[in-house]
């Protein structure tokens, strides 16, 4: 099973809301990622997760907030959003091997408005 | 850190032509290269990757060749189908202490019946 699954598929909410995005895989991975993908542009990395540890924050603004609960699950805590934070947020995972890491399998992806 | 860059941003071919997407890296440490397929409103799908001990793989239609001197990879799309017009990214793995995969710029494939 190749499969990482996000939830909601879209999800539209105002500046003042607190939502959540999730994001599950059952491949055994411990690394797992947040993307932020705008329309006709490539994914950017947000964070890196390993070993249900933050490594890695791209200098990304505090409305949005990561959680590993543990090595299957990812949320993305949102508050006080912009419009400008609208966007499809992709999860990903992989293996995390010696060498770095192994392929990086996404999920279908969130789609976010806000209003 | 990694920079990636992708040409051409927009390729147009007909069906049964081949299409070569380019891509160059600028970190020589990066030691990983897979190619994603993204479909209007879908995932990035993962269809080839190369290793940095490889020169080229190929997988039925699809052939990737990388020249680590020259720090370039190409994909190749033989038979192309209608079936095949997506946006292609290419990618580089930057092997520091973060997996970090910095992604090119993308290509929009379209395929003419």
């Known amino acids: 099973d190749t499969e990482v699954t996000q939830t909601p598929k879209h999800l539209v909410m105002g500046m003042t809301n607190k939502k959540s995005l999730k994001c599950e895989q059952h491949m055994g991975h411990r690394a797992m990622y947040w993307y932020k993908q705008k329309a006709k542009k490539p994914p950017e990395l947000m964070f890196v997760?390993?070993?249900?540890?933050?490594?890695i924050n791209e200098s990304v603004p505090s409305r949005f907030s990561p959680e590993c609960p543990n090595s299957s699950l990812l949320n993305l805590h949102l508050h006080a959003l912009q419009p400008e934070d609208s966007a499809l947020y992709l999860c990903a995972s992989s293996q995390i091997l010696a060498g770095g890491s192994d392929t990086q399998y996404f999920g279908p992806g969130t789609r976010l408005t806000v209003l | 850190g990694e920079n990636v860059e992708q040409h051409p941003s927009t390729l147009s071919v007909q069906e049964g032509d081949s299409a070569v997407i380019k891509c160059t890296y600028s970190d020589s440490a990066s030691n990983y290269f897979p190619w994603y397929k993204q479909e209007l409103g879908k995932r990035p799908q993962l269809i080839i990757d190369i290793r940095s001990n490889v020169g080229e793989k190929k997988d039925q239609r699809i052939a990737v060749t990388l020249n680590k001197t020259a720090k370039h990879f190409s994909l190749h799309i033989t038979e192309t189908q209608p079936e095949d017009s997506a946006v292609y990214f290419c990618a580089a793995l930057y092997n520091n202490a973060g997996n970090m995969l910095t992604f090119g710029g993308g290509t929009r494939l379209m395929v003419k019946p």
């Open positions: 997760y390993s070993y249900e540890k933050l490594s």
